[in-house]
């Protein structure tokens, strides 16, 4: 566990460059090189820039590390989803 949390806070700070933010292009660069094997349209950068905008609860244009956290427990979510969705149709 300690491992995934230091890979998610690694991920975030090398992809904001050390800043307190990711801009547009570092967060579209982040969602298409650390999520590709598990969201959709990671290729399209309008549907990137429309889960941007649905992180972004402040509107300042950015994802904050907060908001970037919001992204990681929806994903996770929907991955133990799918996981208990499959075990639970296999009993």
Do not use: H, P, W
Request: proline content about 0%.
């Amino acid at each position: 566990m300690e491992a995934a949390i230091k890979t998610i806070v690694t991920t975030f700070i090398n992809s904001s460059r050390g800043k307190d933010n990711l801009d547009s292009k570092s967060f579209q660069k982040l969602v298409q090189k650390q999520f590709s094997g598990t969201m959709e349209d990671t290729d399209s950068s309008s549907a990137i820039k429309e889960m941007q905008r649905g992180l972004d609860e402040n509107s300042d244009g950015k994802v904050s590390f907060e908001e970037y956290l919001s992204l990681i427990g929806y994903v996770a979510n929907a991955m133990s989803e799918r996981k208990c969705g499959s075990n639970a149709d296999a009993s």
